[in-house]
């Protein structure tokens, strides 16, 4: 038996992925652990499957999709309701992870400054390709996936420090949650994983990869790989991670990055047969050139009209930062990416 750790598996309409996910989840060595299943309001039957099929599960069936942050949100509240509980790990219902998934996040945060653990996924699709190895920062807000479509070939396989773990696979600690917060219920979607770890990161906790913990992902089997809305909450939610987290001598770089990042997904659709998706990542064509500028624009006024709130939340992080600036600036040379590295998708 080791420390109570709970899963917290987000559902919407995935009838057709959640069954392996959660046999998958029931037949792991880390025996200890309660599971908990949040639907996000499916019209698929895909809850009254999991009540019926896996009645070991805790079913929290909400009447609305509220989206990643806050419908995970609801199942870690539930999970952390246990004054037992010592880890949540959050995973996506698109995932089927291996035994030991579990047992390798937990034995990575024995250290108490470890406060985040990031998994292995691999495309389900595509098994011996990477989907993500954890979340590299970059300058203008957003994050890269460490280890993005290469070839596993043990490159990432020692169990090292990340910046941040993806939420589809993540283990956090109990005293992280209740010193930070949960996830930032205004990101809706995308990066509030990103936006959770700058603020754990600011009070001092640290992330370890658990090259063990292996999750194979249908990437973006909920949503379109490329779609208007996830082109629109990702650049939303950049600029709100840039405003609330990134000391004001680093907001300035930004704005070359981030133009760098728009040209070359303008090129993308441009000219999408000389620069194509990458292939099994998603479903989905995603948006027109049209669509994709009209999406960007529209984020960016949205984010620049809740910069009040995002100012607030600035503010908020004084409370509990235990990091000075130099510090966050050796972070972005340490684990960031360089221009020339970015990935074109």
Same mark, same amino acid.
């Given at each position: 038996?080791?420390?109570?750790?709970? !899963?917290?598996?987000?559902n919407?309409?995935?009838?057709?992925?959640?069954?392996?996910?959660?046999?998958? *989840?029931?037949?792991?060595?880390? +025996?200890?652990?309660?599971?908990?299943?949040?639907?996000?309001?499916?019209?698929?039957?895909?809850?009254?499957?999991?009540?019926?099929?896996?009645?070991e599960?805790?079913?929290i069936?909400?009447? +609305?999709?509220?989206?990643?942050a806050?419908?995970?949100? %609801?199942?870690v509240?539930?999970a #952390?309701?246990?004054?037992?509980?010592e880890?949540?790990?959050? #995973?996506?219902?698109?995932?089927?992870s291996?035994?030991e &998934?579990?047992?390798? $996040?937990?034995? %990575?945060a024995?250290?108490?400054?470890?406060?985040? *653990?990031?998994?292995?996924?691999l495309?389900?699709?595509?098994?011996?390709? #990477?989907?993500?190895?954890?979340?590299?920062?970059?300058r203008?807000?957003?994050?890269?996936?460490?280890? /993005?479509?290469?070839?596993?070939?043990?490159? &990432?396989?020692?169990e090292?420090? !990340?910046f941040?773990?993806t939420?589809?696979?993540?283990?956090y600690?109990?005293?992280?949650f209740?010193?930070?917060? $949960?996830?930032?219920?205004?990101?809706?979607? @995308?990066?509030?994983? $990103?936006?959770l770890? /700058?603020?754990?990161?600011l009070?001092?906790? +640290?992330?370890?990869?658990?090259?063990?913990?292996?999750? @194979?992902?249908?990437?973006?089997?909920?949503?379109?790989?490329?779609?208007?809305?996830k082109?629109?909450?990702?650049?939303?939610?950049?600029?709100?991670?840039?405003?609330q987290?990134?000391?004001?001598?680093y907001l300035a770089?930004g704005?070359? /990055?981030?133009?760098?990042?728009? $040209?070359?997904?303008l090129?993308?659709?441009?000219?999408?047969a000389?620069?194509?998706?990458?292939?099994?990542?998603?479903?989905?064509?995603?948006?027109?050139?049209?669509?994709?500028?009209?999406?960007?624009?529209?984020?960016? #006024?949205?984010?620049?009209a809740?910069?009040?709130?995002?100012?607030?939340?600035?503010?908020?992080?004084? %409370?509990?930062?235990?990091?000075?600036n130099?510090? *966050?600036?050796? /972070?972005?040379r340490?684990?960031? *990416?360089?221009?020339?590295a970015?990935?074109?998708?």
């Open positions: 038996m080791g420390p109570r750790t709970h !899963v917290v598996i987000l919407w309409n995935g009838r057709r992925y959640v069954r392996d996910c959660l046999d998958s *989840v029931f037949a792991q060595t880390h +025996e200890d652990a309660k599971i908990f299943v949040v639907d996000n309001g499916s019209t698929d039957g895909s809850a009254e499957f999991i009540r019926d099929a896996f009645p599960a805790v079913l069936a909400l009447p +609305e999709n509220l989206h990643f806050r419908g995970t949100n %609801a199942g509240e539930a #952390l309701r246990d004054p037992a509980c880890f949540v790990i959050t #995973l996506n219902n698109d995932t089927r291996d035994p &998934f579990v047992a390798s $996040l937990v034995k %990575a024995q250290e108490g400054r470890v406060g985040m *653990v990031a998994a292995k996924l495309f389900m699709d595509r098994p011996t390709i #990477l989907n993500t190895t954890g979340i590299c920062p970059t203008d807000g957003s994050g890269v996936d460490r280890g /993005w479509n290469q070839r596993d070939e043990g490159q &990432f396989d020692g090292t420090d !990340v941040a773990p939420a589809g696979a993540a283990l600690r109990r005293s992280l209740d010193r930070v917060g $949960l996830f930032d219920a205004d990101f809706v979607a @995308y990066y509030e994983d $990103l936006d770890a /700058w603020r754990a990161r009070a001092g906790w +640290e992330t370890r990869f658990a090259p063990r913990a292996v999750v @194979y992902h249908k990437y973006s089997g909920s949503s379109s790989y490329q779609s208007a809305w082109t629109y909450q990702g650049e939303r939610n950049r600029i709100w991670n840039l405003v987290n990134y000391p004001l001598q770089e704005i070359p /990055w981030n133009g760098l990042r728009v $040209l070359a997904a090129r993308r659709r441009l000219a999408p000389r620069h194509p998706s990458p292939p099994g990542a998603g479903a989905g064509q995603g948006p027109t050139f049209a669509e994709f500028a009209a999406a960007t624009v529209r984020a960016r #006024l949205d984010a620049y809740g910069l009040r709130r995002a100012l607030q939340k600035r503010r908020m992080r004084h %409370a509990y930062r235990r990091v000075d130099p510090t *966050v600036g050796r /972070w972005l340490h684990y960031g *990416v360089p221009i020339k970015m990935p074109v998708n």
